[in-house]
């Protein structure tokens, strides 16, 4: 038997549409301010100080705070508030359906189970109990997940310089992620020189240039490959998906602009893959492929990083033994909101109830076992802090 407090919970959320504006043309479900609104008043009602930031028109980020003024313990909580669109769904999205033990809606899995378990886990007991033990916590629902995390980064500029253990709120099937891929964009232009396609050995090809960088590249993954593969992650991957260039057949192309996505396995990061892509770059220049070019970073997730040994990894896996599952521990090839707070935050793991397998498809659901199982872990999660081990390891 499911909490049925905890499911009203659920479907009060679902039943507010916050599908991401560009994936609604209409402007009854779209956007995030309605269920901020609740949001911020079920935070408030606990005695959360509620603040909005405006990320776009009609589209704000919520950030709750609670707890000591002086804190030695600063936890996160963070749940995005957008949910993908409805076009082809098999059930209704905003009028949740309950059969055998499963609620049916938009956001069901991703992420307002997570959502609704994370909540229902901030009991006044809970919260009471972090004060005492001189411990803050920010709740943060972000706008704009599902279309490239611009609430998750722009409310960086609103949280502590340094938080202590966040917990990004997404569908891992109750699994405690602690490592996920880093995705980078990179866009490369080529500068070569014109010349008549008669006299093509006056001119430099660029598109040939970007033709030796991609096969460059390709003995670059390869390698990387085999420096970085990570047990649960695998090995970084790479995609060349655009190309612009040429001007005619009987023209020599002076430029061409490539874009590729890397996947970042840890310990790599952006900023080492951009060296190693310089290095190339400068090499081809050196050998007169190309007269000049240009890298840029173009967009960048940073992998998640946390150690499966840390305190909070432990500490989480304990909570859910205590609520009556062993939960997996595990790395994802998918990245969330947690790749833009891990720099910010001594430890970061991604829990919650649910599938990413029905986050973006037309049936989606959520076990109302397994949601109440994920509540009940945050919530001894949250009721035991950090002291009963070491205390704070700053
Ligand atoms: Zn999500």
Not at 185 to 198: E, Y
Not at 221 to 232: A, K
Not at 338 to 355: L, M, N, Y
Request: some cysteine; proline content about 6%.
């Amino acid at each position: 038997m499911s909490d049925s407090v905890l499911t009203d919970l659920l479907s009060d959320l679902v039943s507010i549409p916050s599908v991401s504006p560009s994936q609604t043309a209409d402007p009854v479900f779209g956007g995030e301010e309605r269920i901020a609104a609740f949001f911020s008043d079920y935070l408030e009602r606990l005695g959360f100080e509620i603040s909005l930031q405006y990320v776009e028109p009609g589209r704000p980020n919520v950030i709750a705070r609670f707890g000591s003024e002086n804190p030695d313990v600063i936890w996160l909580l963070e749940s995005h508030l957008d949910t993908v669109g409805v076009e082809g769904m098999k059930h209704p999205p905003f009028t949740p359906e309950i059969r055998d033990g499963k609620l049916y809606a938009r956001g069901a899995a991703d992420c307002k189970g997570a959502m609704a378990a994370a909540l229902y886990a901030l009991s006044r007991t809970n919260l009471e109990e972090m004060k005492r033990r001189r411990e803050a916590v920010y709740y943060v629902g972000a706008m704009g997940e599902e279309t490239g995390n611009n609430g998750a980064r722009a409310v960086l500029e609103r949280l502590p310089e340094r938080l202590t253990k966040t917990i990004v709120l997404e569908p891992t099937e109750s699994a405690i992620v602690h490592t996920h891929k880093g995705i980078s964009w990179f866009r490369v232009d080529f500068v070569g020189r014109s010349a008549h396609g008669s006299n093509p050995d006056v001119g430099v090809n660029a598109i040939y240039a970007a033709m030796r960088f991609v096969n460059e590249l390709k003995a670059y993954v390869v390698e990387t490959g085999n420096r970085f593969e990570h047990p649960s992650l695998g090995k970084p991957t790479m995609n060349l998906g655009v190309i612009h260039a040429g001007i005619a057949p009987n023209v020599v192309p002076p430029k061409c602009r490539v874009e590729l996505d890397w996947r970042v396995v840890p310990p790599q990061n952006s900023s080492e893959v951009l060296v190693d892509l310089r290095k190339i770059l400068e090499g081809m220049k050196a050998e007169g492929v190309c007269l000049d070019y240009a890298v840029e970073l173009t967009q960048n997730n940073e992998p998640l990083v946390t150690s499966r040994d840390s305190e909070l990894v432990q500490q989480m896996s304990a909570a859910c033994q205590a609520s009556g599952f062993a939960p997996e521990i595990t790395g994802v090839g998918w990245c969330c909101d947690a790749s833009v707070f891990c720099g910010r935050s001594d430890e970061t793991i991604v829990f919650g109830p649910g599938s990413i397998k029905q986050a973006h498809a037309s049936e989606e659901f959520i076990d109302l076992n397994e949601l109440e199982a994920a509540s009940n872990a945050l919530m001894h999660l949250l009721h035991q802090g950090v002291s009963m081990s070491q205390g704070p390891n700053n």
